[in-house]
């Protein structure tokens, strides 16, 4: 008569074994989007903070002895998908010495027939260059809004540290590549105020 309890006392360790394991695959799997959802973010900072992957860095003023080197600095542009804009350098390179600081102007266009919100993201070519790309001001990651037909000019004040000649990684770079993509910004409902607001005769 003991082999009914036998029964089921095996059925509850194995349903107790179960839930342990189904627990622990919950928990797993919980773990694994929250860490999918701080990557990004996490990915960004440290980026901006080692200048990895191409990433400029940010700074207040160039350094007050700027040193004998001359570089190029190119300055290149593209517009994603689904962002009717025309968007351009006003120069395409320049010739500048390292540890001055400079400044350049892209300009945006909406050709498209309504409001839109753009955002630029940007990296620097080669990607060995991004930590001795130091930006002063910059337009990226901050939402320009434009009216069809309106244009905006937008500046970018940078610096070559100096620091990069103590890389030997740098000796042979002679041109640094900025680029900058524009995408139609998630959030268009700054756009579809303007489109809503009465126009000011």
Known sequence: MTEPTEHSETGRNLRRSNTRVAVALGGLVAGMVGVSYAAVPLYEIFCAVTGFGGTTRQAEAAPEAPVDRQMTVRFDSN????LGWNFEPAIRKTEVQVGVENLAFYRAINDGDEPIVGTASFNVTPHKAGPYFMKIECFCFTEQVLQPGQSIDMPVQFFLDPEMMKDPKMDGVTTVTLSY?????EDQSKAQQLALAPSVQ
């Open 181 to 185: 993509t524009f995408y139609p910004a």
């Open 79 to 82: 517009v994603a998908a689904g």
